[in-house]
């Protein structure tokens, strides 16, 4: 069965059968939660807080609260950051990470790649939002009448990677946290 984001609200049941035995309200407390997870869990914490940072920059730029030299700017270094990062993570994830959990829960395989799958999608989205950047960072320069309309644009790209984010993470750590502390893995 595909599990396509756009129509999840939450890891489907037939995933979370670990997730029960290790609620996340108790992994902080629990022995195997290792720093690996916590740094793992931290960089999903940055790329929520980079979405967030390329959304709020539009709206104050669209909402004449910053001047197009500081958006553009901010954008930029922001906006690169959030794109390499995620790419860099869900690739090693795909090549490294996710093959290590299936071959411990093989009963979650199909799981992880749903998983997999997010990340074709997420490729998709941030393909998206940075040709929409690079248009409001040449328009800086060319025809800066133009920039507050693919600002608008570049929202509607922002908004659309914090709902995906948002979405995407949580399943991922649902699933995967359960795994590697019901196995012991990364400790």
Known sequence: MMYHIENRT????????????????????????????QNWMGAHQMFRQLAEITQSDTESFLNKNMNQQDYTGRLAHF????????????????????????????????????????????????????????????????????????????????TAIGRFLARHLADEEDLVVPIILHHKLRG
Request: glycine share 8%.
């Open 79 to 158: 906006g690169n950051q959030l794109v390499r990062n995620l790419h860099g993570h869900h690739s090693w994830e795909d090549r490294s990470f996710f093959p290590e959990l299936g071959a411990a829960e093989n009963s979650l395989e199909h799981g992880l790649m749903m998983l997999e799958g997010d990340h074709v999608e997420l490729d998709r989205v941030l393909d998206s939002f940075t040709r929409g950047a690079n248009r409001v960072i040449k328009l800086a320069d060319l025809d800066p009448t133009q920039m507050p309309e693919e600002a608008a644009r570049m929202h509607d790209h922002s």
């Open 10 to 37: 939450g890891l489907p049941d037939t995933m979370q059968t670990l997730l029960g035995d290790y609620p996340r309200e108790a992994w902080p407390d629990h022995p195997n939660f290792a720093r690996s997870i």
